[in-house]
């Protein structure tokens, strides 16, 4: 670490203290990571004529010189796709899967690699870049162990039992194109990639240029694992020039990012009659209730809204606390969250880590200088640490926020979360539910019965009791998802990978045609299918 990258040893403000991580003797640098070998090892087979680079958060220095795809090279890396992608297809689902454990294997075993170029390209502290590898690994050994049973054949019950065998299969969709966001670079990327692989699909993937270098380290251990190479291609670029085109080639859509881009992308997508799975974005409410642990609250609180520097769809920003329990809430939340160090080391140490662009930085100081502007009283943080990094914003708790303030309603996607008290639990679900997104939600009470009533009645794709969101998300066999402005379609589970299939049915009629047969008029057929349909009601034939 060179003396510009080290942090401060400590910054005292009115509002308390944010220690720093300090780094470890003899750390590793960008330039130990990032070599010119590393680079040329993961940009083979990059389709693209043009040039363009990544930086990293924590100085601003770049890291690497990458390819920069134009529309053609787009067309290009389809074209290479959809040439290697039948082949894949007739692979059986068995040893499709055994890509993935193989692969669940390896990223495991090189989680040291992965989490440096995380760190380095979305400026996290390394912690959350480990809950990547985590997430990756466990969705690798759920589809590999699963996904020969996701995709099996089914029989199903014919029009006219016996005489009707029915089967339904799933074939793979084609080409995905997927275009992921740099928030999660590993999960966001192949985390979601690995369900259309063992479909028999291949991709495109379109991740965003600032953390290419970790989708291509998971492409390059991908193809280790015994993925195709062409099966996988790569294009990077300008989002508006590259996106579209990714769009216009895919026969489905895979996109993670803002709602008003995933808006644009839906549209895309109607316009040539293909699907599309959508995780937008998310206004995420923490409720603690009248009996909840206050300690265990105010922990789970820290992880809820700063994981990743608040910089994930599905933490928390907007925190409703029971009036009984609300001053000793805060005491400890703001406790805690004043310890938390801040620290761009490429080790475990520090709490939060860095916001990844200028324009990250920008939305959490409009927000928080507006809302301290219109009355709202700052409990912690509201501190931009150019001592520690270019980018680095202590998380920061805002109470007291009230509407027309844009951190009330709009997503911050920051370190910065608002508190409101509440006293009528009816009226607070009513205040949860009043936003146009549905992603992620927490309810905090030791009574687990009420926790599920009051989950039932939140309209958001997952709930979590006593968590901020890490058990639904991690809870694979289950859907992953938004409602309402948060999104279409799910990850995780059976949908996640059904999504990447089109459902075929093939039906063989035996013995008879369905049609008047052995002389039979059509008066008479027709009153012996309307017999047959009655007796199969009776037997309660399905």
């Known amino acids: 670490m060179t003396d510009s990258q080290a942090p401060a040893a400590r910054h005292t403000g009115a509002l308390g203290t944010n220690p720093t991580a300090a780094a470890p003797a003899g750390a590793r640098t960008a330039a130990d990571v990032v070599t010119p070998e590393v680079v040329a090892q993961l940009t083979r087979g990059v389709v693209g004529s043009g040039r363009t680079a990544n930086h990293t958060p924590f100085t601003g220095e770049k890291l690497a010189d ?3 795809s134009t529309p053609e090279d787009v067309a290009e890396a389809f074209a290479r796709a959809r040439a290697a992608q039948a082949l894949w297809a007739a692979t059986s689902p068995r040893a499709r899967a055994a890509v993935l454990l193989r692969f669940h294997d390896l990223v495991l075993e090189r989680q ?17 870049a480990h809950e990547e590898v985590l997430a990756v690994a466990v969705a690798a050994r759920h589809y590999g162990r699963k996904a020969p049973s996701y995709l099996r054949p089914r029989r199903h019950t014919g029009v006219v039992p016996v005489l009707t065998k029915t089967t339904e299969l799933r074939q793979p969709r084609g080409v995905v194109g997927q275009i992921a966001p740099w928030n999660y670079p590993l999960e966001l990327s192949v985390g979601d990639a690995l369900p259309a692989f063992v479909s028999g699909n291949a991709v495109v993937m379109k991740p965003d240029t600032e953390t290419a270098l970790t989708a291509l380290w998971a492409r390059d251990l991908l193809v280790e694992a015994g993925l195709p190479a062409g099966v996988f291609q790569v294009v990077l670029g300008d989002g508006p020039v590259v996106g579209p085109e990714v769009v216009r ?8 990012g803002s709602t008003r881009t995933g808006r644009e992308v839906a549209q895309g997508a109607a316009a040539r009659l293909v699907g599309v799975s959508l995780e937008l974005g998310g206004k995420n409410a923490m409720l603690v209730l009248h009996d909840a642990d ?16 608040g910089q994930l769809c599905i933490s928390i920003e907007r925190l409703y606390v029971h009036e009984s329990v609300a001053d000793a809430f805060v005491e400890r939340f ?4 004043k310890a938390m160090r801040l620290g761009s080391a490429l080790a475990y140490g520090a709490d939060m880590g860095s916001l990844v ?3 990250q930085l920008e939305t959490v100081k409009r927000h928080v200088d507006e809302a301290v502007a219109k009355g709202a009283t700052l409990v912690a943080g509201g501190v931009h640490r150019t001592d520690v990094g270019p980018l680095f914003y202590e998380p920061t708790i805002l109470d007291g926020v009230e509407a027309p303030m844009s951190v009330c309603t709009e997503e911050t996607f920051g370190p910065v979360v608002s508190l409101y008290r509440f006293t009528d639990e009816d009226a607070v679900i009513e205040q949860a539910n009043a936003t146009p997104y549905g992603l992620n939600s927490s309810v905090w009470t030791r009574d687990g019965r009420r926790g599920h009533a009051v989950a039932t009645r939140l309209r958001t794709g997952t709930v979590n009791i006593n968590e901020g969101y890490a058990p639904a998300y991690g809870s694979v066999q289950s859907p992953m998802g938004g409602m309402k402005d948060s999104g279409l379609s ?14 075929q049915t ?5 013995l008879i045609p369905l049609a008047p047969s052995f002389g039979m008029d059509d008066e008479r057929y027709a009153a012996l299918m309307s017999t047959s349909l009655k007796v199969m009601k009776t037997l309660r034939l399905r």
Request: aromatic fraction near 6%.
């Open 112 to 128: 040291a690699e992965v989490l440096d170029l995380i760190q380095l390209e979305t400026g996290k502290a390394r912690l959350h």
């Open 249 to 256: 080639h895919a026969d489905y859509v895979s996109f993670t």
């Open 506 to 510: 093939v039906a063989q009629q035996r």
């Open 357 to 359: 662009g200028e324009r």
């Open 294 to 309: 206050v300690d265990r609250a105010a922990a789970g609180a820290v992880r809820a809204c700063f994981s990743s520097a």
């Open 66 to 68: 990458l390819p920069e």
């Open 490 to 503: 799910r990850r995780h589970g059976s949908e996640g990978i059904l999504k990447y299939t089109e459902a």
């Open 334 to 337: 703001a406790a805690r969250t």
